[in-house]
DNA sequence: ATGTCGATTTGCT
DNA sequence: GCAAATCGACATA
């Protein structure tokens, strides 16, 4: 089942994160389908959270998405490399985000290595977009429609999950501590960061 | 107009 | 374990 914009409309952004735990993404690029299951995120807050892009509830050409509609992507260039995908979450004006850090390759295996040319397949968020071929130019696009080449469906449901703080996010003082990372225990999947 | 820096990954030592 | 890669967003002027 595909998960609507009434679901990605929650504005508590830390509960979704968790709840994310268990869902599949499924990308459509070309003719390659392919497929995981998310085993890791992390929670993004731009109201009051210092590690968010729009962070104090700031407007800019790249935030605005955030203050948009729920369910939509928000794809983003990190360190002038790697392709970061989030999910727009929450209601309209509520600058809330959630970040896909880790997958458990589901489908398409063998595309996703040839796009990896790795066996590192999706255990991180800057992978997981290259084997899913995820890049800006999803930016903005919508994940609830069913035409949507990119979409999040209902899959399975893990009970031992680990809450810890977020990754790389050191620069944002007090708010680095917040436990707004979320991740399936004993996942191989999960991304090595710890 | 220019300088700083990153929600990471990779390869080399 | 460390540092390079690589570029656009943002702040400052």
Same mark, same amino acid.
């Given at each position: 089942?595909?998960?609507?914009?009434?679901?990605?409309?929650?504005?508590?952004?830390?509960?979704?994160?968790?709840?994310?735990?268990?869902?599949?993404?499924?990308?459509?690029?070309?003719?390659?389908?392919?497929?995981?299951?998310?085993?890791?995120?992390?929670?993004?807050?731009?109201?009051?959270?210092?590690?968010?892009?729009?962070?104090?509830?700031?407007?800019?050409?790249?935030?605005?998405?955030?203050?948009?509609?729920?369910?939509?992507?928000?794809?983003?260039?990190?360190?002038?490399?790697?392709?970061?995908?989030? !999910? @727009? /979450? %929450?209601?309209?004006?509520?600058?809330?985000?959630?970040?896909?850090? +880790? $997958?458990? =390759?589901?489908?398409?295996?063998?595309?996703?290595?040839?796009?990896?040319?790795?066996?590192?397949?999706?255990?991180?968020?800057?992978?997981?977009?290259?084997?899913?071929?995820?890049?800006?130019?999803?930016?903005?696009?919508?994940?609830?429609?069913?035409?949507?080449?990119?979409?999040?469906?209902?899959?399975?449901?893990?009970?031992? !999950? @680990? /809450? %810890?703080?977020?990754?790389?996010?050191?620069?944002?003082?007090?708010? +680095? $501590?917040? =436990?707004?990372?979320?991740?399936?225990?004993?996942?191989?999947?999960?991304?090595?960061?710890?």
């Amino acid at each position: 089942m595909i998960l609507t914009a009434d679901y990605f409309g929650d504005d508590d952004v830390v509960t979704l994160a968790r709840d994310l735990l268990g869902k599949k993404i499924v990308s459509r690029s070309g003719n390659h389908l392919t497929s995981g299951i998310i085993v890791e995120t992390e929670a993004y807050s731009g109201a009051s959270d210092r590690a968010s892009h729009a962070f104090p509830n700031k407007i800019t050409p790249r935030t605005k998405v955030m203050f948009g509609p729920p369910g939509v992507a928000y794809v983003y260039l990190c360190y002038g490399i790697h392709h970061l995908f989030n !999910i @727009v /979450v %929450s209601q309209p004006g509520t600058a809330n985000a959630i970040l896909v850090r +880790a $997958l458990e =390759p589901l489908e398409g295996l063998e595309v996703m290595r040839q796009r990896r040319n790795s066996h590192q397949l999706t255990n991180g968020p800057g992978k997981l977009s290259s084997a899913l071929a995820i890049t800006t130019a999803d930016n903005k696009t919508s994940l609830v429609d069913n035409a949507s080449t990119i979409q999040i469906h209902s899959h399975t449901t893990y009970h031992d !999950i @680990v /809450v %810890s703080k977020r990754v790389g996010v050191e620069y944002a003082k007090e708010d +680095a $501590l917040l =436990p707004w990372r979320f991740y399936v225990r004993n996942n191989k999947w999960v991304s090595k960061f710890d």
